[in-house]
């Protein structure tokens, strides 16, 4: 799935995103704004992962809710 569908899905998208990562804020969820490298960005700074870290679980997140 592209960047493109990601943005354009994110509002049915943010409910499950804030399920994933529950200490995510209302602020964090619209600054990422369906950008795949702000949600790599704030994974990684909520949860101190690695960016290859960070990016792995956000694409294996998308792959399992089919995002």
Known sequence: MNEHTLK????QMKGAVKQK???F???DLQHIDGS???LVGRVQERYGHSKDDAEREVDEWRRDNKY
């Open 8 to 11: 354009g899905e994110w509002k």
């Open 36 to 38: 795949r490298d702000k």
């Open 25 to 27: 804020t209302d602020d």
């Open 21 to 23: 990562w529950a200490d």
